[in-house]
């Protein structure tokens, strides 16, 4: 279906035509009619799909300019929820209509003053319920709520703060819920909260005829990172991600890799805010070509080009698998997954090869440099390694 086709404002239809979208996703083509019409949606889609838009456009064709704040929008995590906005702001400033970031780690007086005169928020449940209690932020006018990410809100143990939310909720509004799977937990905050719900879901993003899923089976545990320098600088194009555990991995990994040459970012929740939307400004404007990253802090976020996945630390479940996975091979283009395996991970690989969809082969061991790892340093400031 064309966004031509679309029954929204013209200038909607002209902000899309200028960022060169012509075809809608499966996700939008099913959603956006409904949402238009004020149904409850759940809607199942990986991150990439074009999920924000499919409830950002019809969201902004509803607005109405003589009401306040009318919808609120629910992210598990910072960096999405400035994602989130950025579409938001990229559709609808041309219509007047003005959103704002509500999320923690940084000065709350400036989202004071901006949420007076906003139409839409996106928040993160912490924050949101600071200016709850400050009583700083005013739902009466709230006509639209979408939950975003809501498998992910659960995991992170946010369900009780989206429940508190909720709560300060008029109860004739429309409720919108996007989700990368659909389990029963969300059906349940689903019947609880939604009304006559339409579910939708779509196939993976992901063309896994064009993926290719293979792993290196280590047996020197220290050799493990200097066959990622290796790769990297020997068979990477576009941008890669490397997947690590832990925020301490992530940032060590990083480091080292930035002693090798390569130039990598990091992000992962243990970081300031400002540092993370740094890191996110730097694969925006194309001058990082190595992500290191955490699941959490990742999850949700669209990054384009990635032609490269590497899971330094395997990942303990196939969901998991396939969600670090789904950021490449998009669109058409082919894509790599590779896992780097050693001893301590044997039973998490067992896990998601245990998954028959997943196709993963073992790869011949090249030949490869090794590289020093640094760690850290002990109490007499001398490097190990």
């Known amino acids: 279906m064309n966004f031509e086709k679309l029954n929204i404002n013209t200038k909607l239809k002209n902000k899309v035509d200028e960022f060169g979208f012509k075809e809608l996703t499966p996700i939008q083509e099913k959603c956006i009619p409904d949402i238009l019409s004020g149904k409850d949606v759940v809607g199942q889609a990986e991150t990439g799909s074009g999920k924000t838009l499919a409830f950002c456009l019809p969201i902004l064709d509803r607005i109405k300019s003589d009401k306040g704040l009318q919808v609120l929008i629910l992210t598990p995590t910072r960096e999405l929820c400035v994602q989130v906005t950025d579409v938001f702001k990229d559709f609808g400033n041309n219509l007047g209509i003005k959103s704002t970031s509500v999320y923690g780690g940084v000065n709350i007086g400036p989202q004071i003053d901006n949420i007076s005169s906003s139409k839409i928020i996106v928040g993160t449940p912490g924050r949101l319920l600071d200016h ?33 939310i909720i709560y300060n909720l008029p109860g004739d509004r429309q409720t919108l819920m996007f989700s990368a799977t659909i389990s029963e937990d969300v059906y349940k905050i689903a019947r609880k909260h939604l009304i006559n ?28 990172f200097s066959l990622l320098v290796h790769l990297l600088k020997s068979s990477t194009s576009g941008l ?45 404007r194309q001058k990082t070509d190595v992500l290191v990253a955490t699941d959490v802090a990742a999850r949700g976020l669209d990054i384009k080009n990635v032609s490269h996945i590497y899971n330094y630390d395997v990942p303990k479940t196939p969901k998991d698998y396939i969600h670090r996975i789904g950021r490449t091979a998009r669109a058409g283009e082919n894509g790599d997954a590779i896992t780097l395996l050693t001893s301590r991970d044997h039973d998490n690989f067992r896990r998601i090869q245990s998954d028959d969809n997943l196709i993963i082969k073992q790869a011949d061991f090249p030949l490869f440099k090794k590289v020093s790892f640094f760690r850290g340093y002990d109490r007499n400031k001398k490097t190990i390694s």
């Open 132 to 164: 709850i209690n400050r009583k700083t932020i005013n739902f009466k006018n709230i006509r639209v709520l979408v939950i975003d990410e809501i498998d992910k809100m659960l995991e992170m143990g946010f369900v009780e703060d989206v429940e508190k």
């Open 240 to 284: 890669a991600i490397v997947f690590c555990a832990t925020r301490k991995e992530t940032g060590i990994v990083a480091k080292n890799l930035r002693r090798q040459g390569i130039n990598a970012s990091e992000i992962h929740g243990g970081m300031s805010q400002n540092k993370r939307l740094k890191s996110l400004d730097s694969l925006k």
């Open 197 to 224: 719900p339409l579910f939708f879901r779509t196939k993976p993003f992901v063309d896994t005829d064009k993926l290719n899923q293979r792993y290196y089976d280590i047996y020197n545990q220290y050799d493990k």
